[in-house]
């Protein structure tokens, strides 16, 4: 079993990273998820109570009933506003963890290219070796052939 090398501790902990980044960037997207449908269903509601704010024919709204509807609107709307700045936040958040994680990606990436790279040039090693032992022996072989 060979030793790991120094290479080796660098790939494993640039993969934990990895893997950190991309579960920090689910977790964003999970959170921002969430918050896109709460934003969505606050909207949807804002509308439909908007439409339904509208008196039915031959019905008028006293001006108390008016007033009423038209704080809980405005608080609504508040609400509203507020769960889009922290969407917006959250989007921001969101572009942040991506491009940490496309960059502890291409980190571990390289890593391993250049590992693999390294094994090879050492496999090459190994067989030029090999072939300079067995080219040694072959020309032995062949010197005593011709000495005899």
Known sequence: MRRPTQLDTLTT??????????R????????????????EQ??????EYTRTLS???????TPALLASHGAFLAQLRNVIDD????HSKLCDEL??????????RAHTQGLKKLGERREHASMLKDLRQEQSVSDELAARA??????A
């Open 142 to 147: 062949r010197s005593r052939i011709w000495r």
């Open 55 to 61: 008196p039915a024919p031959g019905q008028q709204l």
């Open 42 to 47: 606050l909207e949807n509601y804002y509308l």
């Open 83 to 86: 769960e889009t700045g922290a």
């Open 13 to 22: 902990v640039a993969e934990r990273q990895e893997a950190a980044t991309a």
């Open 95 to 104: 572009a942040h963890h991506q491009v940490h994680y496309g960059a502890a």
């Open 24 to 39: 920090a960037l689910g977790d964003c997207r999970a959170r921002l998820d969430a918050k896109t449908g709460r934003l």
